[in-house]
């Protein structure tokens, strides 16, 4: 569904985009910017994240934690995608003057992701 929301967040804001669009800042400021087709990006990374990156991690974490090690996974590619997801947003409203700073945005993704980590590890060891 994260991802579904990247890609629909794209295709909605697309014709509303200034030419360049801003992917890096620094104190409020715009630092570095791209054609605004790079939107499709935020998208992009999370299905390779999906594709590639879980694979990848669930092999890993099967070495080291031989349980839960897809759940974890999935957590910490849902996770990333949200803050891809997020950042998304960020660059729209930014775009649109509606927001300036980043890390606030980002510490409430932190904050909710673990809030939901504390939340699923206390449903598993309590689950009957």
């Given at each position: 569904?994260?991802?579904?929301?990247?890609?629909?967040?794209?295709?909605?804001?697309?014709?509303?985009?200034?030419?360049?669009?801003?992917?890096?800042?620094?104190?409020?400021?715009?630092?570095?910017?791209?054609?605004?087709?790079?939107?499709?990006?935020?998208?992009?990374?999370?299905?390779?994240?999906?594709?590639?990156?879980?694979?990848?991690?669930?092999?890993?974490?099967?070495?080291?934690?031989?349980?839960?090690?897809?759940?974890?996974?999935?957590?910490?590619?849902?996770?990333?995608?949200?803050?891809?997801?997020?950042?998304?947003?960020?660059?729209?409203?930014?775009?649109?003057?509606?927001?300036?700073?980043?890390?606030?945005l980002l510490m409430v993704d932190s904050a909710v992701f673990f809030?939901?980590?504390?939340l699923g590890m206390y449903k598993l060891v309590n689950r009957k």
């Open positions: 569904m994260i991802t579904a929301a990247c890609l629909i967040i794209a295709l909605l804001v697309w014709p509303g985009l200034p030419e360049k669009i801003p992917i890096q800042w620094n104190g409020g400021e715009i630092s570095s910017a791209v054609s605004r087709i790079f939107i499709f990006a935020y998208p992009l990374v999370c299905i390779v994240m999906r594709i590639l990156l879980r694979p990848y991690l669930q092999k890993k974490l099967q070495r080291y934690i031989w349980m839960y090690n897809d759940l974890i996974s999935d957590y910490l590619i849902n996770f990333s995608c949200f803050v891809v997801l997020s950042v998304e947003i960020f660059t729209v409203l930014y775009v649109h003057g509606i927001v300036k700073y980043v890390t606030t809030g939901l980590l504390l």
